[in-house]
């Protein structure tokens, strides 16, 4: 399929049906794997509900924690009449106030989701432009080469710093990317106000998604 083709599919596929299906405090809670998944991951306040939100073309699709990290479970979307595919919202990492019990359970969850979920084909690692990556960032990064999982990483909120500061935070974010065995090169720059790469974001998620 041709770049403008996929586009044009993804755009059709998210204008259609996308309906939360569950969310799975556990692993024994998944649904059945028998849909493509697509999992999106970043800190707490990255800017994943937004996002998701602008992804699907809805308004509350995704709904952000009043308090951050607050959230620990993978909530699932399905996407397609009939479903063509999933996306996964993975719970907030590096809060600060969450307490170490909290933060246990989130990566144990995490982990094993990560290592033992067939139909996961690709994570989007959300990156805050403001900040580039950090270390939860970073520790996350190696989780992800640990299990072997591809991941793209995906710059969140370019339209609030200046473009000359986002060049320099693209090129850093570039050079760690080509560190990781598992990452993705490529990045995707993205503002869920203005829609910078939101089109692009959506085909990402349809050809990762029919590997």
Same mark, same amino acid.
């Given at each position: 399929? %041709?770049?403008?083709?996929?586009?044009?599919?993804? !755009?059709?596929?998210?204008?259609?049906? %996308?309906?939360?299906?569950?969310?799975?405090?556990?692993?024994?809670?998944?649904?059945?794997?028998?849909?493509?998944?697509?999992?999106?991951?970043?800190?707490?306040?990255?800017?994943?509900?937004?996002?998701?939100?602008?992804?699907?073309? +809805?308004?509350?699709?995704?709904?952000?924690?009043?308090?951050?990290?607050?959230? &620990?479970?993978?909530?699932?979307?399905?996407?397609?009449e009939p479903t +063509?595919?999933?996306?996964?919202?993975?719970?907030?990492?590096?809060?600060?106030?969450?307490?170490?019990?909290?933060?246990?359970?989130? &990566?144990?969850?995490?982990?094993?989701?990560? !290592?033992?979920?067939? %139909?996961?084909?690709? %994570?989007?690692?959300?990156? #805050?432009? +403001?900040? @580039?990556?950090?270390?939860?960032?970073?520790?996350?990064?190696?989780?992800?080469?640990?299990?072997?999982? @591809?991941?793209?990483?995906?710059?969140?909120?370019?339209?609030?710093?200046?473009?000359?500061?986002? #060049?320099?935070?693209?090129?850093?974010?570039?050079?760690?990317?080509r560190k990781h065995?598992?990452?993705?090169?490529?990045?995707?720059?993205?503002?869920?106000?203005?829609?910078?790469?939101?089109?692009?974001?959506?085909?990402?998620v349809l050809a990762?998604?029919?590997?």
């Open positions: 399929m %041709v770049a403008d083709d996929l586009t044009e599919a993804a !755009r059709r596929l998210f204008a259609g049906r %996308v309906e939360f299906l569950k969310s799975a405090p556990a692993l024994k809670f998944l649904p059945a794997p028998d849909h493509p998944e697509i999992a999106f991951a970043g800190r707490s306040n990255v800017g994943k509900s937004s996002l998701l939100n602008a992804l699907t073309g +809805r308004k509350a699709i995704a709904r952000a924690s009043v308090t951050p990290g607050r959230t &620990q479970e993978l909530n699932f979307f399905e996407v397609g +063509r595919l999933r996306l996964v919202d993975m719970p907030g990492y590096g809060f600060a106030k969450a307490p170490p019990q909290v933060v246990k359970q989130w &990566q144990k969850l995490v982990r094993d989701f990560l !290592r033992g979920r067939v %139909v996961l084909k690709r %994570v989007l690692l959300l990156i #805050d432009a +403001r900040h @580039g990556i950090k270390p939860p960032d970073a520790e996350m990064m190696a989780m992800l080469d640990e299990a072997a999982v @591809g991941y793209r990483l995906v710059l969140t909120k370019a339209d609030k710093i200046k473009p000359s500061e986002l #060049d320099q935070v693209l090129a850093e974010t570039a050079a760690e990317a065995s598992a990452a993705f090169p490529e990045l995707l720059t993205t503002s869920s106000e203005t829609k910078q790469g939101i089109a692009e974001l959506r085909a990402a990762d998604a029919e590997l």
